[in-house]
């Protein structure tokens, strides 16, 4: 009887992570929800105060959510302040999501405090995203947040102090309906030396001119739409070409042309240079029944040597005159070949689409998948006829794989 109950011993469950270091056991304590990194202080004596080595405050969408369930969302302020009282190492990376619920209970105040304490912690990474209701009016500290590498704002208003002079530090910036009260906006991400990545989503309201965002040089993915920027209602070929021209480290491209028309005669409109780190390109809301618009898409990606990966959703609705393609037999001939991997097509079965894929499967020797979805569902008979269409295309490459979902 003594032997099994040694035997058993041996086998009995270990409390390896207790013994692991400090550093390693932040590591996986950051990686759970926020609400499960605390509670195991309930573990045991040991645990008691684990959690407040986290380095990673996650204030997010489920966080709250398990409030509510918990019924203590009217504490969600001394929650968030408690916690971050309680860290007691630095304090990478916070991100807090506002609830048009909660926001009744919080005040810019409390904000503007939490941000004051994670200056301090020499946070590296804030995300501040709130829904509906009023703006978020972002806190003065912080700007005083100058160890920041990564920022994303939503739904908020701006207004940097007169004292602020950049994040020498901010490598991306992501910005979804932000309104900048006192015009700064280009001054503001001017001052940002480092930036790689900049998105500029929906409803900025600000007056960003092309010319400001060609100055990044640093920069290697941009995220827009042409019709938040600037006004630009009426764009041409050739202002596309000169902003991505002018990033010459530019390796992601997702441009929107929402509510954007090209000027007329523009087709055919050569690219004067090439874009060599181009690696990954996505089109969005482009009228292709345009002649000018299915031109500068063309042009892009012809020159583009070295684009693995392409995404186009054209714009659909307008009931206009198609233009004609200008994607022809005699293009391929004069064409350099490309490196495309990977495209994702969105369709709605015209002719201009059906140019531009041709051109996209004859002059891409290494593509792996083409997916091709409809619009919308589309009627049997047209379905048939654009995938007979399709079989008789040519390929340049012996594997790819037509994906029609």
């Given at each position: 009887?003594?032997?099994?109950?040694?035997?058993?011993?041996?086998?009995?469950?270990?409390?390896?992570?207790?013994?692991?270091?400090?550093?390693?056991?932040?590591?996986?304590?950051?990686?759970?929800?926020?609400?499960?990194?605390?509670?195991?202080?309930?573990?045991?004596?040991?645990?008691?105060?684990?959690?407040t080595t986290l380095s990673q405050l996650v204030f997010d969408k489920n966080f709250f959510e398990y409030l509510l369930k918990t019924k203590s969302e009217?504490?969600?302020?001394?929650?968030?302040?408690?916690?971050?009282?309680?860290?007691?190492?630095?304090?990478?990376?916070?991100?807090?999501?506002?609830?048009?619920?909660?926001?009744?209970?919080?005040?810019?105040?409390?904000?503007?405090?939490?941000?004051?304490?994670?200056?301090?912690?020499?946070?590296?990474?804030?995300?501040?995203?709130?829904?509906?209701?009023?703006?978020?009016?972002?806190?003065?500290?912080?700007?005083?947040?100058?160890?920041?590498?990564?920022?994303?704002?939503?739904?908020?208003?701006?207004?940097?102090?007169?004292?602020?002079?950049?994040?020498?530090?901010?490598?991306?910036?992501?910005?979804?309906?932000?309104?900048?009260?006192?015009?700064?906006?280009?001054?503001?991400?001017?001052?940002?030396?480092?930036?790689?990545?900049?998105?500029?989503?929906?409803?900025?309201?600000?007056?960003?001119?092309?010319?400001?965002?060609?100055?990044?040089?640093?920069?290697?993915?941009?995220?827009?739409?042409?019709?938040?920027?600037?006004?630009?209602?009426?764009?041409?070929?050739?202002?596309?070409?000169?902003?991505?021209?002018?990033?010459?480290?530019?390796?992601?491209?997702?441009?929107?042309?929402?509510?954007?028309?090209?000027?007329?005669?523009?087709?055919?409109?050569?690219?004067?240079?090439?874009?060599?780190?181009?690696?990954?390109?996505?089109?969005?809301?482009?009228?292709?029944?345009?002649?000018?618009?299915?031109?500068?898409?063309?042009?892009?990606?012809?020159?583009?040597?070295?684009?693995?990966?392409?995404?186009?959703?054209?714009?659909?609705?307008?009931?206009?005159?198609?233009?004609?393609?200008?994607?022809?037999?005699?293009?391929?001939k004069t064409t350099r070949l490309l490196q495309l991997r990977s495209v994702e097509f969105t369709h709605s079965c015209t002719e201009n689409e059906l140019?531009?894929?041709?051109?996209?499967?004859?002059?891409?020797?290494?593509?792996?998948?083409?997916?091709?979805?409809?619009?919308?569902?589309?009627?049997?008979?047209?379905?048939?006829?654009?995938?007979?269409?399709?079989?008789?295309?040519?390929?340049?490459?012996?594997?790819?794989?037509?994906?029609?979902?």
């Amino acid at each position: 009887m003594e032997l099994i109950t040694h035997k058993a011993s041996n086998f009995a469950p270990q409390d390896v992570i207790s013994k692991m270091p400090d550093n390693v056991v932040t590591h996986i304590l950051d990686r759970l929800p926020l609400q499960d990194a605390v509670r195991t202080s309930i573990l045991s004596r040991n645990w008691r105060l684990k959690w407040t080595t986290l380095s990673q405050l996650v204030f997010d969408k489920n966080f709250f959510e398990y409030l509510l369930k918990t019924k203590s969302e009217n504490n969600y302020e001394k929650i968030i302040s408690r916690i971050l009282l309680n860290i007691r190492g630095v304090i990478t990376k916070f991100v807090l999501y506002i609830e048009e619920q909660s926001y009744a209970i919080l005040d810019d105040e409390d904000v503007n405090h939490w941000m004051l304490c994670l200056s301090r912690k020499g946070v590296k990474d804030i995300s501040l995203c709130k829904e509906n209701g009023p703006r978020l009016w972002l806190p003065t500290h912080l700007f005083s947040c100058l160890e920041l590498k990564h920022l994303k704002l939503n739904y908020c208003d701006f207004d940097p102090p007169s004292s602020f002079n950049g994040f020498p530090n901010l490598l991306s910036l992501e910005l979804h309906i932000v309104r900048f009260e006192s015009g700064k906006f280009v001054e503001f991400f001017t001052q940002c030396p480092v930036l790689e990545t900049l998105t500029m989503g929906f409803s900025i309201a600000s007056n960003v001119k092309l010319a400001e965002i060609a100055k990044l040089a640093n920069l290697k993915k941009l995220s827009f739409c042409f019709g938040n920027l600037d006004k630009r209602l009426i764009i041409s070929s050739g202002v596309v070409f000169e902003l991505v021209g002018s990033l010459p480290k530019l390796e992601e491209l997702e441009m929107e042309f929402l509510w954007c028309e090209f000027i007329k005669d523009d087709a055919k409109k050569r690219c004067p240079t090439t874009f060599p780190c181009l690696k990954t390109l996505e089109i969005s809301t482009m009228d292709l029944e345009n002649g000018g618009m299915l031109s500068c898409a063309f042009e892009i990606i012809r020159s583009s040597p070295n684009l693995q990966t392409l995404k186009i959703i054209p714009s659909f609705g307008d009931e206009g005159i198609p233009t004609p393609s200008v994607c022809s037999l005699e293009d391929y001939k004069t064409t350099r070949l490309l490196q495309l991997r990977s495209v994702e097509f969105t369709h709605s079965c015209t002719e201009n689409e059906l140019r531009l894929i041709e051109y996209l499967l004859a002059c891409s020797p290494f593509l792996e998948k083409i997916v091709i979805h409809p619009f919308c569902a589309l009627q049997p008979d047209d379905e048939l006829r654009f995938a007979t269409e399709l079989l008789k295309l040519h390929r340049a490459s012996p594997v790819v794989d037509i994906d029609l979902n």
